[in-house]
């Protein structure tokens, strides 16, 4: 037997109820996924937050792609003919992100940035928004950038918090480590 | 959340050795039982809020870890085509060979991932799941041996031929051998047998 809050396991029968579905084994089931998730080093909350960031970056025109390939195509691009519309377009792009952190969470759209490239972005190794003496220090660090990816990324970045009312104050970029600080507006 | 205002508890029949198992799990994360059952519970309710069970979930997790650590990563869709396009008519040869040999690399890292088991039913729901610019995916055992059908009603027929590339390394490196192909704009059908059949 396990104990659980009364109101939780009331919503919890009632769930197994609508399914049909017996509650010893509709427990059971449960319980499965979460030590099946706990083996993966998670728990259901975090695999849950996770599902929820993939399915709107689905939902709002994201794919996968390999990375080299992605890589390749950018820095050919960069290199080539195409660099200042590159830079418009990944500044547009970060934009546009900005907005949606702020209509996923009006309160703390830093947070949601913080969420939705730490679940997005696979390619970044360490990345890390903080608060020092009035000022929003972002840093993104990854080996594998190219330094066409590594200059994207920071218009990217830039494109997010102008969305969100900030301008960059001090940037150092080097390939594949990116720190930028930025000061709110007003 | 709202729902876990009270503060009595009621109990639930599970099997000992489950309990066990959740017990381990909660030392783990060093909560108490009691929390992390409860948030066990919160987190099913939330599945069932969203209309997917929580082994869905779960699976859908799995996968996608397999496709990140097969190399893959989340980009913007239409950045991407409108780069294809631009680069296609200076590098279609190019391309072409890069995406094959993607889908070689990518077909012999499931193959060794999923040693033993069918691959290439694992690929098709891969490509299905998480190859999201795909609408519809179908692979059929047929007389002569296998079709594979993908439907897509936004891919760019510059991509459409490159994932079409993507397909024949993947198919390729998996001891098959492609006999047909056919593709247009948004769709694909491979037609392949098993190599030396």
Redesign the interface.
């Known amino acids: 037997?396990?104990?659980?809050?009364?109101?939780?396991?009331?919503?919890?029968v009632k769930?197994a109820e609508r399914k049909g579905r017996v509650?010893?084994d509709f427990?059971?089931?449960?319980?499965?996924?979460?030590?099946?998730?706990?083996k993966?080093g998670l728990?259901?909350?975090e695999?849950?937050d996770?599902?929820?960031i993939?399915e709107e970056?689905?939902r709002t025109?994201?794919?996968?792609?390999?990375?080299?390939?992605?890589y390749?195509?950018?820095d050919?691009?960069y290199e080539d003919a195409?660099k200042e519309w590159?830079i418009e377009?990944?500044n547009e792009?970060g934009r546009w992100y900005g907005k949606l952190c702020h209509s996923r969470l009006p309160e703390k759209p830093l947070t949601a940035l913080k969420d939705g490239i730490e679940t997005?972005?696979?390619?970044i190794e360490d990345f890390e928004i903080s608060d020092e003496d009035g000022l929003t220090l972002l840093r993104c660090i990854s080996a594998g950038f190219s330094k066409a990816y590594t200059m994207l990324l920071v218009v990217f970045f830039k494109g997010v918090f102008d969305a969100l009312g900030y301008d960059v104050v001090k940037e150092e970029v080097s390939k594949g480590i990116i720190t930028l600080t930025f000061k709110k507006r007003g | 959340?709202s729902?876990?205002?009270?503060k009595?508890?009621?109990?639930?029949?599970?099997?000992s050795d489950?309990?066990a198992?959740?017990n381990e799990?909660a030392n783990?994360?060093g909560r108490s039982?009691?929390d992390y059952?409860?948030?066990?519970?919160?987190?099913?309710?939330?599945?069932?809020e969203?209309g997917r069970?929580?082994?869905e979930?779960?699976d859908?997790?799995?996968l996608?870890?397999v496709?990140?650590n097969a190399?893959?990563?989340?980009?913007?869709?239409?950045?991407?085509n409108?780069?294809?396009s631009?680069?296609y008519p200076k590098?279609e040869k190019a391309l072409h060979e890069?995406?094959y040999e993607?889908g070689v690399w990518?077909g012999t890292y499931l193959q060794v991932k999923f040693r033993n088991k069918r691959t290439l039913d694992i690929f098709t729901k891969l490509l299905s799941e998480?190859?999201?610019?795909i609408n519809e995916v179908n692979l059929s055992k047929e007389e002569e041996g296998f079709v594979l059908r993908c439907v897509s009603f936004t891919l760019s027929l510059e991509r459409t031929k490159l994932l079409m590339s993507f397909l024949e390394g993947v198919i390729n490196s998996m001891e098959y051998e492609i006999v047909k192909k056919d593709c247009i704009r948004g769709m694909i059908i491979l037609n392949f047998t098993e190599r030396g059949s």
């Open positions: 037997m396990l104990a659980a809050n009364e109101l939780l396991v009331n919503e919890f769930i509650l010893y427990t059971n089931d449960v319980i499965t996924q979460a030590i099946r998730a706990d993966m728990t259901l909350k695999v849950l996770e599902r929820g993939v970056a689905k025109g994201f794919i996968l792609v390999f990375k080299r390939l992605w390749e195509v950018l050919k691009i195409g590159l377009a990944w792009a997005l972005m696979w390619d | 959340m729902k876990t205002s009270s009595e508890k009621k109990l639930i029949r599970v099997p489950i309990v198992k959740l799990a783990r994360a039982f009691y059952t409860s948030e066990v519970l919160e987190q099913a309710l939330r599945a069932s969203l069970p929580l082994k979930i779960m859908f997790f799995e996608m870890s496709q990140r190399g893959l990563t989340i980009t913007f869709s239409e950045l991407l409108y780069l294809i631009m680069l590098e890069r995406w993607a990518y998480s190859w999201w610019e």
